[in-house]
Structures are given as C-alpha cells and as structure tokens.
C-alpha cells in the first residue's frame, strides 16, 4: 500500500457511536441515567438524566452521511459505524491513503449534571477508545479524554489510561472547572510529562453547548 498522509483531526462523534457503549460498560447502579439510544417519532436519539440529548447511530444524519459516501464509491454497509467499526476505519483509510488517523472526540462533551455519573460515563468511552486503538496501534490512535469539569479526578483517570497502553489523551479546555494556569492542573502536566504523553486539545464550546 502507498500510504501519502496522516489524518490528525478525526472525530468520533455521537451519532457514529455503538448504541450500548455505555449500557454495556457503566456500573449497573449507573445504567438507568447514564446515555442511551430511544426510539421517538421524530428519529433515535441519545437520552441520559432523563433527557433527550442527540441523534443517535439510527438518526438521519447518518443516512445521508451513508448516501454520501456511497456516492464517491465508498461502500459502508446499512446500519455501520465506520468511524468506530476498525475493520471500515482502516478500509476506508487505505482508500484515501491515509496510514494514521488521531481520532477525537466530539467537539462538545456531554452535559450530565451528576459528578460520579459524569466521571463513569468517561471511563467508559475512555475504555472503548482504547479497544478501539488496539485493533491497530501503529495507525489508529483515537484519544480518550480527561474529564476536566472533575480536576479532582484527571491524574487518576491519567495514570489509568497509561497504565492500559493510551499514547495520548484529550484534554478537554472548554469544560474546565478551573483555569488551565492554575494549579490544581499541575499533577497532570507531572503526570502527562513523566510518562511522555502528549496532552491535546481543540476548539469546540462547553459541554451541553
């Protein structure tokens, strides 16, 4: 394969994501209001807390992202998740001569009112993303994120995701709880700087927004 580019601003984003991530990942005291996909008369729908929140993987959008596709020739079976399906991301990717993808998540996190939900519902995307990388380390490499709106929780969110092999992480900016100077931020960038991983951001707005 002649592979010509890196792809470095990829996204994962909701609508492209497994409908029982987190149904099948959170703690069973969490399942009732962490996200999950409904059915409504207007379409599918993530709902979590008791709210519809987004389109989900059997929304509209992903039809016509499916009609596109096919029309440049790009086959994506009815009902896939290319994004996060390995076997179509790395199709697709040698297709386009890509050989490595980073892979962020969506622009805007989810807004969930509960810390301890809050910090659960990372995990498990946290974890999906690392089984997701391990498919093929050298060429994919989507980023679990910090949940900075939880800095009491970051370093050790970090020191798990590097003890499970993540190159990389996503560090959240526009859902700080505090100012990226300040220094309740300092055992991350000890942590992050000690075990070489790169901290990454990018731009997007507050969860929720």
Known sequence: MDYKYNSADNHLDPNWLPKDLWQSRVASRFKARAPKVVETDEGAFWEWEGKRQLESADGKSNYAHHE???GMGV???????????PKLLLEHMDKAGIYGAVMFGPTRKWKIEDPKLLQECYRAYNDFVLELDSHDPNRILALPFLPTALPEFCRS???RLVEQGAKAVEFPVWDVAKPVQDEVWDPVWETA????????????DAAGQ
Do not use: K, Q, Y
């Open 68 to 70: 596109r596709f096919r």
């Open 75 to 85: 086959e994506t079976p009815a009902g896939s998740l290319p994004p996060s399906d």
């Open 157 to 159: 969110e970090l020191e």
């Open 193 to 204: 700087a000690g075990a070489g991983i790169p901290v990454c951001s990018h731009i997007g």
